[in-house]
Structures are given as C-alpha cells and as structure tokens.
C-alpha cells in the first residue's frame, strides 16, 4: 500500500548547523507531497509542497524536491534556529477518497 | 478568525464517562477529518466526511462516533472512554475528498487524558 518513511529521531542539531530530514515514498500512483510542522502545543501547519517530479517546494528557508527516480522528498535547511525546534512530518496525496498518508514524524531539536 | 477550531482543548475524564469533541471550519471547504495522534505522535486517520456524507470509516472502536450536522462542522463523540483512548485528536479539512493538491487544514487538537 501507500507509505511514506521518514528517518527515526530525535535529531539535535546547533544552531546555523544544516538540516537535512529524508523521506522516501512508495505509491501507486502519482502523488503530492508535502511536509508538514508541528511546534509544541499545536496542531500540524503546512510547511511545503510539490505536487509533481522535479517540483521544488519552499517556505521559511525550508526546501524539498520531489525525485520521482528516487521515490524522495527529503527536507533541509540551511542554517536552522532554535525556533525551528518542532517535529515534522512528510506525506504523500493521492486522489480518489483517500487520506493523507503521514510519515511517523521526526523531531528536531536546535539548540543554541 | 480560526480557520480550523477545535473545542476544547484540554480534556481530563474518568474511565467509562461519555464525552464530546467538536470542530468547525471557516474556510468553505468540503471535507473534513479526524484523526488520533499517539504518545509517539504518529497520526492516525479515524474518519473522513464529504459535505456530511461520511467516506471514510478506518477500524476504530464502534465507541467512537463522528457526526456532521453541516459541512462546516465535524464532531466526535466518544461512549464509554478507556485508558487507551487518551491522546491527541485532530480535525482537518481539505478543499476536495483528497488532499493531493493542497493538503489539508488542521486545528490545534484535544488533547484527551483519561484516568
């Protein structure tokens, strides 16, 4: 079925250190795919998208390719800051009546 | 103006009360969703409404129970609570019974602890 694999956690990075998060897919069709955020005490919030291959998603200094050769969408940043302590999750679309399908989420923390 | 609210946003019950969760959303879309979040924060879909016809039903206990009296409103009510029911619960909604193109639209849970 549908899945998506999201590298284990906890990651701890420094602050201006480079982050990378991997996701990698397996879908029967072609799907959308997206990375969400959640900061503690909140619900998940989009963080960026690409809905087809070759497509780079962007937001806040985040970005992701959609590699439909290496079924990926791993996220990084350049240089993270604390405030970008959360835990994020990727996730794949598909049309027809199905639901999101969330990876198990990867949390980060930066410290200072 | 929230766009997805849910209430409330803390519960603390007592194993075997009857409890509630509603959620509404201003943003006109068509579908809604809830889902339960673990202790390990994985997301977990429950059920899926389209303009208050219910589409998606995963295996969760028959003590859960969604109704949609509009498409703006999803609620959840939950009969005869357990220990294992405490978590985190989440509505969404989505523009279309999908969210390939632009995902979907949460609120910010209910987290529910039941002693």
């Known amino acids: 079925g549908d899945s998506v694999t999201q590298m284990e956690g906890p990651v701890t990075l420094s602050e201006e250190a480079f982050l990378t998060i991997n996701c990698t897919y397996t879908a029967t069709g072609y799907p959308s795919l997206f990375w969400y955020v959640q900061y503690p005490g909140e619900g998940l919030q989009l963080l960026l998208k690409a809905t087809k291959a070759d497509d780079k998603g962007s937001n806040k200094g985040f970005e992701a390719t959609y590699r439909k050769e290496t079924t990926s969408f791993h996220l990084e940043k350049g240089s993270v800051q604390v405030s970008d302590s959360a835990v994020y999750f990727c996730a794949l679309g598909l049309k027809g009546n199905t639901p999101l399908v969330f990876g198990k989420g990867t949390r980060l923390s930066v410290i200072a | 103006d929230t766009a997805v609210s849910q209430t409330p946003k803390y519960l603390v019950t007592q194993m075997g009360n009857d409890k509630s969760i509603k959620c509404e959303q201003n943003l006109g879309h068509d579908t809604m969703y809830w889902y339960k979040q673990d202790s390990k924060k994985f997301l977990k879909i429950m059920f899926s409404?389209?303009?208050?016809?219910?589409?998606i039903n995963e295996t969760v206990p028959n003590r859960f129970s969604p109704k949609s009296p509009d498409k703006a409103h999803l609620n959840l009510h939950i009969n005869s609570l357990e220990l294992g029911d405490s978590a985190v619960y989440f509505c969404?909604?989505?523009?279309?019974?999908?969210?390939?193109?632009?995902?979907?639209?949460f609120g910010s849970g209910t987290r529910l602890t039941v002693v």
């Open positions: 409404y389209n303009n208050k016809e219910l589409i």
């Open positions: 969404a909604s989505s523009q279309a019974p999908w969210g390939d193109t632009y995902g979907y639209t």
